[in-house]
């Protein structure tokens, strides 16, 4: 199984998530501020796709099958590819 973290590439990215769930902007600076969400890369085996409201957020991968899949799509990618 996948699962979205709480980190996202870009502010912009993360006020488009949270922004389709009714959230303002200055409500994602807070879930900032208070450590609930991150932005940038984060230090653990992640990697980056599309979600809601057009964002792009960091994913991790629960079973070995699914991690050694986005491990070898990681390293297939070029450092601009992950960054965005």
């Not at 973290?5 to 990215?13: A, E, I, K, N, V």
């Not at 992640?46 to 990681?74: C, H, N, P, T, Y």
């Amino acid at each position: 199984m996948v699962y979205g973290t709480s980190y996202f590439p870009t502010l912009t990215d993360a006020h488009k998530y949270y922004g389709v769930l009714g959230f303002y902007p200055s409500d994602v600076d807070n879930k900032i501020e208070d450590g609930e969400i991150h932005i940038g890369i984060p230090i653990f085996l992640a990697i980056l796709r599309k979600d809601q409201g057009g964002s792009k957020r960091w994913f991790i991968a629960e079973d070995v099958w699914m991690r050694d899949k986005l491990s070898e799509e990681l390293s297939s990618l070029s450092y601009k590819e992950t960054t965005g």
